[in-house]
């Protein structure tokens, strides 16, 4: 754990009532002001020629990175430094690699599978992160989309290497290593962990037993077989794992088009908070009719959140309004607003006077309702 500005403190001259408490050599007013800069790592240590041996000691210790990162074809392994991802946050999700044999048949159909496997998250396409080519040879042909490695370039890196003969050993070997390289910072644990999922486990126990692994505590998983499924499941769980908890879910802001639409289709606006968007698209979806949906910035905000933040006031949307200009590529001049927001109508209309604001629904499962009512 990082050190706090009062624990630093506490090694200060200004704590121990020294004749150079306060003496303002490091440039700050107080000791107490330098440790709470020393805290942030706004400042070097060295600053003040009279922090103890001790101090300095405990101080390196507690900003020392505890697990390192190692880059392999661009992805980053490793790096984390909390055991729970309620602490902060993980940093880098756990790689997941599928060991090709060259040897074998039919190693390019393997291959072409899994150039052809990709999942559609909100923001990004997912796809098999690596693939190890073992018992490569340059004369052979590769058709491959996604990076490569051969296995003898693979073990030249320091990854702590574990293979997976037994769940229990493997995750008694996960946890020690992880708590040993955060708790204690201990160097002997601190590189990233890759676990070889071996080749004599069935689809269903490969895939649990990953799950696990995922969760606690592997930097990188590497697996004998292919399968979509499998991947699919490893991949949504990965997705909900190191998908930071700090960071709401968002999509683009955009206008986004259901069903075709004209320009004289019905036009709905909303916020670009994920789970927002993906109510309101999946409704207008199922409608029966062509309609649009504007997406305004609001920092993954959900409607009244954002507003409440001023994430979502009049002028953003007229701002938003103009950059997609909405004028030009629909004549639809009215824009339904979420219910929610229903005391920002005048305001709206104010800001964005070529435009009229009317109130929709509160709730998007009643947008199907509110079209039939609007269509009379
Ligand atoms: Fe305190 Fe050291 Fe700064 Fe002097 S130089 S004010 S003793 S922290």
Redesign the pocket.
């Known amino acids: 754990m990082e050190m706090t500005g009062l624990q630093i403190f506490k090694y ?3 704590a121990k009532k ?1 004749p ?12 107490m ?3 709470l800069k020393l805290a942030k790592q706004n400042i070097e240590l060295s ?5 103890t041996a001790e101090l300095n000691e405990k101080y390196l210790h507690s900003i020392k990175h505890p697990q390192k990162t190692i880059e392999i074809k661009g992805l980053k392994i490793g790096g984390e430094n909390v055991l729970y991802r309620h602490e902060k946050t993980f940093i880098n999700r756990t790689i997941l690699a599928v060991l090709v044999d060259c040897d074998k048949l039919d190693y390019q159909n393997i291959l072409n599978r899994i150039n052809e496997f990709e999942i559609k998250g909100v923001n990004e396409i997912f796809h098999v992160d690596l693939v190890i080519l073992q018992n490569y040879q340059k004369n052979k042909s590769i058709i491959c989309n996604v990076p490569t490695i051969t296995l003898e370039e693979f073990e030249t890196y320091d990854l702590i290497k574990i293979f997976n003969k037994d769940f229990h050993k493997t995750k008694e070997q996960l946890i020690t290593t992880r708590k040993k390289a955060i708790l204690e910072k201990d160097d002997n644990y601190s590189n990233p962990v890759c676990v070889f999922m071996g080749e004599k486990l069935d689809l269903y126990n490969t895939c649990a037993q990953a799950s696990y692994y995922i969760c606690k505590y592997a930097n990188m998983l590497v697996f004998e077989q292919f399968d979509e499924a499998m991947f699919s499941t490893l991949i949504t769980l990965r997705q909900n794992i190191y998908t930071d908890p700090q960071k709401p879910l968002q999509v683009e802001s955009n206008l986004y088009e259901f069903n075709n639409p004209d320009k004289n289709s019905i036009v709905f606006l909303t916020t670009n908070f994920a789970l927002t968007f993906f109510a309101v698209a999946n409704e207008l979806e199922s409608l029966n009719i062509p309609s649009y949906l504007i997406v305004i910035p609001a920092e993954g905000m959900s409607v009244l959140t954002a507003w409440s933040a001023e994430k979502f006031t009049a002028q953003i949307v007229a701002n938003t309004l103009k950059k997609l200009d909405i004028k030009n590529r629909i004549n639809t001049r009215t824009i339904i607003i979420p219910g929610l927001l229903a005391h920002m109508t005048e305001e709206l209309n104010e800001a964005s006077p070529d435009f009229n604001f009317i109130v929709g629904t509160h709730e998007a499962s009643a947008i199907k309702d509110f079209v039939k009512k609007l269509q009379l």
């Open positions: 200060l001259p200004g020294e150079q408490a306060n003496c303002k050599e490091c440039g700050c007013p107080t000791c002001a330098f440790a600053k003040c020629p009279y922090a």
